[in-house]
């Protein structure tokens, strides 16, 4: 073999191991910013998000007007559902809605959401838990609806992402029942705005004139408070039916 053929060889050779140096290289860093991505309901406090719901207990919750959740709300599989194997009336026994332990003024909410087929339930917010006062979280918290569209109450203000009795999505963006949503509510001062899947369903400003003469439309006539507070729990409904949550995050804003 000639000099010149040993040579070229020999920087084949080393431009070789270059690659290899660089492809390892590479891959180490993906395997470090996997590495670094948040875990399942991390908390998150170099961003502002903090974790509503740890993937293993209901702690941080406790059923409307109660010390405690209720047995009927459980935890698999870092997934949060309702046990509705014993319904009584339209909601279950020792379910109720779960409310979170503290409360809100400005703030983004995060989570994810799967309903039953023919499910109803909603996740409320600025909800104020004088049970003296009020007997149900419904009395003062307004609520993005959760609802599959084969419930009979599946009708115009009523459907999933909408402002409840209040305001209509924008678009329709649910999935089919049985399939995970992803939800947002974002409270700022009196602007209010829901996402669904990505869609801003709804974008609306509360305590207005505006928002008085819906509210004055509405069901919620008959409860004076409602719509009203500008801070209060964040709640989960029990609306008798099965419905699942997962990464629950909120940021206050």
């Not at 999933?160 to 649910?174: F, M, V």
């Not at 001062?189 to 505006?210: A, I, P, R």
């Amino acid at each position: 073999m000639s000099k010149n053929l040993i040579l070229i060889g020999f920087a084949a050779l080393l431009f070789s191991c270059n690659n290899s140096a660089t492809d390892n290289k590479d891959n180490s860093k993906d395997t470090a910013a996997v590495a670094a991505t948040p875990m399942f309901n991390e908390l998150s406090t170099d961003t502002g998000w903090v974790s509503l719901f740890d993937g293993q207990t209901t702690n941080g919750w406790h059923s409307y007007g109660k010390s405690a959740a209720g047995s009927a709300w459980k935890v698999k599989d870092g997934v949060l559902y309702l046990d509705t194997s014993n319904k009584k009336d339209w909601q279950i026994t020792d379910g109720g809605d779960l409310t979170s332990n503290k409360m809100y003024k400005n703030f983004d909410l995060k989570l994810e959401w799967r309903i039953s087929p023919a499910g109803n339930s909603g996740i409320m917010f600025h909800v104020g838990e004088d049970t003296a006062k009020y007997k149900y979280s419904f009395w003062t918290g307004p609520e993005m609806q959760i609802l599959d569209k084969a419930h009979p109450d599946a009708t115009v203000k009523h459907m999933a992402g909408d402002l409840y009795d209040l305001i209509s999505s924008s678009k329709r963006s649910e999935k089919a029942a049985g399939e995970w949503n992803q939800a947002e509510i974002v409270c700022m001062d009196s602007k209010l705005d829901f996402y669904l899947n990505g869609v801003n369903t709804v974008s609306t400003f509360m305590w207005d004139d505006q928002w008085n003469k819906m509210v004055a439309a509405s069901k919620f006539v008959e409860w004076p408070d409602f719509g009203t507070l500008k801070q209060g729990h964040i709640v989960l409904q029990d609306h008798g039916n099965m419905v699942e949550f997962k990464n629950i995050m909120i940021k206050n804003l």
